[in-house]
Every structure is written in C-alpha cells, then in structure tokens.
C-alpha cells in the first residue's frame, strides 16, 4: 500500500490511499480508495522558520492568523517564540484556544487583527 496526492496542489487532506499496480497510471498505481488523512509533522513552519528580522510581534501576528498553531516541541525549543507570545497575551492581541497534546492553538482578536501590518 503507498499514498499519493490527490491532486496537484497536494493538500494536508485528500490523499489517496492505492495498493494496485497498473500501467495505465504513470506513477503505476491505481486508486482503490480515498481517505481525509492528517498528515503532520508537529512543527508550524511558518512561524519556527520565521526570518530572524521577521521575529517579533507583528510577524509571530501574522503567521499565528494563518497558522495558530505550535507544536509543544517548538515551544519550548524556541525561546524567542515563547517570549513575543506571552508579550502578545499580555497585550491581548492573541488568545488562547483549547487544543490537544501537542499542540497550542490561539485566535487573533480584534486588537491583534488591527495590529497586523503588511
């Protein structure tokens, strides 16, 4: 059995689940069924990989409104990270949002929408 994307764009769900050769498909399989599969590798890349001169307020806003969540590990393996976002609580920009292990999860305010800029 092997997975591939479902489409070009190869979103987190969608994947299709194949386990049947075939000459017709260039990839030499054939699609048996579909499944929305969660594919995760704990870590919000648009935030940990943040440039260091995007590291502050305005840029943790802005990937956290696209991307709310961290990862446990980043947490605490980035302590500029942790800093901006208990700066952003503190100014309450963000809010917490209850999510499971391992993830941390906050929403923007309005405040905090507001403060975004481009």
Known sequence: MSMKCGNDKCP???WIIT???SPSDP???TSTSTA???IDSFT???IVSLKKSLRNENGVLYALKY???VSTWDMAEHAWLRKIIEALENKQLIEPVEAE???HEWKLTEAGNAAITV
Do not use: E, F, L, V
């Open 12 to 14: 987190i769900y969608g």
């Open 19 to 21: 386990d049947k050769k």
């Open 27 to 29: 990839a030499g399989y």
């Open 36 to 38: 929305n599969m969660h």
């Open 44 to 46: 919000n890349a648009s």
């Open 67 to 69: 991307h709310p969540r």
């Open 101 to 103: 292990y391992p993830w």
